[in-house]
């Protein structure tokens, strides 16, 4: 799927979503586009076009906490990881948490069981409280985002 935002005097006027050929051919006699596919957050009308860059209007924030699984684990430390492995051996509940990553498409930090997954992770002293603090409420990087 691409997606494409149309620009008419630095602002986005337009985005669409595998547009046709005369979609692209009409809005590109009056507006410049660009593909924006893999951009994260996705453009969207009213963002303005500065220099090479489309930036969001003032106050915009990211919403979406959904990281890849592996941008989950890696939030982790080293030393970190090596504790809850160690305690999945000997803990079902660590086992369990650990399983249902690996089987879910992507890590929603603003989900209550990821956020009392990684509390209980904290209560066994496998994470700081401002470690788990950290890994929950920073916004992804474009990276880490989930994209689907």
Known sequence: MTT??????????EVKQNPDEDTLRLLG???????VTDAIPVPDVGWTLVGNT???PPGYTVSDMK?????FRQRFTITELMGIYAS???NVVVRI?????GLATYVDLSRSDTISGVGYLASLGLLTSDRMTAILT???TMAEHYRP
């Open 4 to 13: 494409f935002a149309f620009i008419k005097d630095n602002v986005v006027t």
């Open 29 to 35: 006699q009056t507006h410049a586009s660009i593909d």
């Open 54 to 56: 489309l930036t969001p």
């Open 67 to 71: 990281l890849t699984k592996l941008a």
């Open 88 to 90: 999945a051996a000997t």
């Open 97 to 101: 948490m650990m399983d249902n990553q």
């Open 138 to 140: 920073t916004p992804p």
